[in-house]
């Protein structure tokens, strides 16, 4: 058995009820082996076994008291999974499905895509089984004033830094940044997505997906391409979704489907702007269903418990959650004529379905390159905080349209480098990997 192999086998022993933190080492170890064969020194010092072990994991209650006056109990997590280039980074997710496992699969990709950033930054992932949905504004503030009660004495601008993930907007950044300010007396950059009034960046909000949409261009212009009247499915309806779609109708290309973890909406002729306005103040404002908008408009048609994968478009971004698209769901897409797949989400594709997208020579790019734009605007916040200054939208916007260029031309060599042209899966994984594991070599046994 080979180093890499030999690895996988005892992550797999050492975490038996975690599969998709199983699923995403295996994705990213399985890319290495011609990079550890030509870099020896990584396999000395033993770089893939340091790698997998997150630094540092903490675990712990959360009371907090109801509406109706009863006590309830959730757990939270801090995954702190790697500092060789910098502060832990990375969001917080409020969902009742959250496990440690999940947290440690996001902390560990989190790894190497804050290392395609360009930006100084390690890997972290948090959150709790408390879902926000449902819940009114009073308790969501009481459940993250005692989040942060206990997160507060792990966390700070030099050590870790959190931000948002699903079910973390900025109604929740809000709620914890004014308990840490309140039990620590100081006002600092220690998360990001904040609001505009206390230290947050312009375009943060925007920039996964809009980075992402960054990203597909790219890959489009390498083909001859643009997105021209290029007809996109896009699944969920959050953050991600939201600007994504944004910025896809700002390029000429029609958006026809958007989604919850219900169903999905399908609209022929193209979600507009005005449209767009709607579903945003829904989810936004009124923390509606997707399936409203059909209700309201004629012209959308709703498919409950269905994803939108099967609709005939040209590109697809999964913008939802984790294994959202399977291989039969590839399949359809590619006979479908479906030639570009950029990631919005973290992981959504399953292994099934990346192996007929690379198969059949799809431009397809993973999460960690392709959604890296929010954490790297995140980076730019944690600049200003420093600087106790604030760049403009049109500012923003260019650092992160050219962090995402930069995101795509390092995937894109390292692939070619290492014989795998077009493949972004190799490129992101190889060339995130090979800064966080140089920086581990050089702090040594640490
Ligand atoms: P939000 O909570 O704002 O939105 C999540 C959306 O996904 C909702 O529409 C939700 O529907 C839907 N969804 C969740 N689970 C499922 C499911 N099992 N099936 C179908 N739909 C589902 O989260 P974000 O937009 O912030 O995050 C979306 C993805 O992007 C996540 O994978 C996240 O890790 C990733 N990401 C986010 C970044 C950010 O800056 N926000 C940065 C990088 C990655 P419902 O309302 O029914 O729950």
Known sequence: MGYVQTVLETVKKRNPNEPEFLQAVEEVLSTLAPVIKKRPQYEKAHILERIVEPERVIMFRVPWMDDKGQFQVNRGFRVEFNSAIGPYKGGLRFRDNVTLGMLKFLGFEQTFKNSLTTLPMGGGKGGSDFDPKGKSDAEVMRFCQSFMTELYRHIGPDTDVPAGDQGVGGREIGFLFGQYKRITNTFTGVLTGKGLAWGGSLIRPEATGYGCVYFAEKMLEKRGENFEGKVCAVSGSGNVAQYLTQKLIQLGAKPVTLSDSNGFIYVKDGIDADLLAYIMELKNVQRGRIKEVAKKYKSVKYFEGKRPWGVAVNCAFPCAT?????????????????????????????????????????????????????????????????????????????????????????????????????????????????????????????
């Open 322 to 446: 984790q294994n959202e698209l399977n291989g039969e769901e590839a399949a359809e897409l590619v006979k479908n004529g479906c030639t570009l797949v950029g990631e919005g989400a973290n992981m959504p594709s399953t292994p099934e379905a990346i192996e007929i997208f690379l198969k059949n020579k799809l431009m397809y790019s993973p999460g960690k390159a392709s959604n890296a734009g929010g954490v790297a605007t995140s980076g730019l916040e944690m600049s200003q905080n420093s600087q106790r200054y604030s760049w403009t939208a049109e500012e923003v916007d260019a650092k992160l349209k050219g962090i995402m260029i930069s995101i795509h031309d390092a995937c894109w060599e390292a692939a070619a480098e290492f014989g795998h042209k077009g493949n972004y899966v190799m490129g992101a994984n190889i060339a995130g990997f090979n800064k966080v594991a140089t920086a581990m070599l050089e702090q040594g046994l640490v």
